[in-house]
C-alpha cells in the first residue's frame, strides 16, 4: 500500500518544481490561461501516479505521460500573439518543458542505478527504501529547477538555436550513455554503480554546459546589439551636423537645425545671434519650439539628447 503522507509530500514538491518554471519563470499570460496552468501544476504528479499503477507500472506510460503534461504546460504559459499568431512566444516555455522532462527522467534513471547498486536490485515501489529515492530525486529536482530559474531568467530574447539545442542535448546524451551501459550487464552492481556516478558527472557538466549558455547567449544579443549600434549613423558631428534621420523624427526646420548645431558648439543665445544676424529674443523662440519638439528641458538635456549621453 501506498504511504500517503510521502506521497503528499512528493507532489508537493512536484507542484513547487512546476511552480517555479511555469509561473515564475515562465507566467501564464491571461486569467483563463492562468487558472489551467495551476490546476495542471497541482494534477501532475497525482495523474502521472495513476497512469502509472494503471498501466502496471509501465515506465514508458510514465515517461509519454510526463512529457503530455510538461508541453501542455509549455503550451499554457506561451507569451503574448503577435501578428496574430494564436502560438504567441511558445519557444522558451517549450524549451523548459522539454528540457525539465529530461531531466527528470535522468534523475529517475540515475537514482534508480544508484538504488540497484546498493541493494542489489530495484527495491519495490511502496518500500521505504524506494520511497527514499524519491524523495532524494524530489528533492534534487527542486534544488536543480531553482538553479534553472535562477539562470534563465536572465536569458536574452533573441537566443540562437544551437546553443539550445547544445544544452538540451547534454543530458540526453548523458541518459542514452547510461542506457547503453547498464545493458552490458544488467546483474553487475558495479555497472550500475559506475552508471550512477557517471550520471552524477553529466548533471554537474549539464548545469556548467547550462550556465555557459546562458552566458553566451547574453554576450551573443550584446553582441549583435553593439553592430546594429555601430551600423546606426551619429545623430550629430561636428563635420556633418545633425542627422537626417533627427531632423525628420523631430521635424526640425533648417533654420532650428543651425541654431541646434551652433548651440552644440558651446555657443550662448547672444553668439548663435550673431552668427546668424537675428535677434536673441528670435534665437530664444527657436529653441522653445526645439526644446517642445524633442521633449528636452533645456540647452544641456537637449546636447544630451543629440549626444546620447
Known amino acids: 500500500m501506498p504511504n500517503y503522507f510521502i506521497e503528499l509530500l512528493l507532489a508537493i514538491l512536484r507542484i513547487a518544481t512546476l511552480g517555479v518554471v511555469f509561473y515564475l519563470l515562465h507566467p501564464p499570460v491571461g486569467r483563463f490561461r492562468s487558472i489551467a496552468a495551476i490546476g495542471v501544476i497541482i494534477l501532475q ?100 529547477t531553482l538553479f534553472y530559474y535562477r539562470i534563465a531568467r536572465n536569458m536574452a530574447v533573441n537566443t540562437p538555436l544551437s546553443f ?67 551600423r546606426t549613423p551619429p545623430v550629430w558631428t561636428a563635420e556633418a551636423g545633425l542627422s537626417a534621420a533627427f531632423i525628420s523624427k523631430y521635424e526640425i526646420t533648417p533654420r532650428e537645425r543651425e541654431v541646434v548645431e551652433i548651440l552644440l558648439s558651446g555657443k550662448t543665445d547672444k553668439e548663435i545671434a550673431i552668427a546668424l544676424d537675428i535677434a536673441v529674443n528670435t534665437v530664444q523662440v527657436h529653441l522653445k519650439r526645439i526644446y517642445r519638439k524633442t521633449g528636452a528641458a533645456g540647452r544641456f538635456a537637449l546636447s544630451a539628447l543629440v549626444r546620447g549621453e
Open 45 to 144: 504528479y497525482p495523474i502521472c501516479r495513476i497512469l502509472f499503477f494503471a498501466s502496471n507500472r509501465n515506465f514508458v506510460a510514465s515517461v509519454a505521460a510526463d512529457t503530455i503534461i510538461f508541453l501542455i504546460l509549455g503550451y499554457l504559459c506561451r507569451g503574448e500573439s503577435k501578428d496574430n499568431d494564436d502560438f504567441g512566444d511558445l519557444t522558451r516555455p517549450i524549451v523548459s518543458a522539454i528540457y525539465l522532462n529530461v531531466i527528470l527522467q535522468f534523475l529517475n534513471y540515475t537514482l534508480g542505478a544508484y538504488a540497484y547498486a546498493v541493494i542489489g536490485t530495484l527495491p519495490p515501489s511502496f518500500s521505504l527504501e524506494m520511497y527514499a529515492f524519491k524523495v532524494i530525486e524530489a528533492l534534487i529536482l527542486l534544488l536543480w
Open 164 to 230: 539550445t539545442l547544445f544544452t538540451i542535448f547534454t543530458p540526453i546524451a548523458g541518459l542514452v550513455a547510461i542506457a547503453a551501459s547498464s545493458r552490458l550487464n544488467a546483474d553487475s552492481s558495479s555497472v550500475m554503480l559506475f552508471g550512477g556516478v557517471f550520471g552524477t558527472l553529466i548533471l554537474a557538466l549539464n548545469m556548467s554546459v547550462f550556465y555557459l549558455y546562458v552566458k553566451l547567449s547574453v554576450a551573443y544579443e550584446s553582441l549583435r546589439f553593439a553592430q546594429s549600434l555601430a
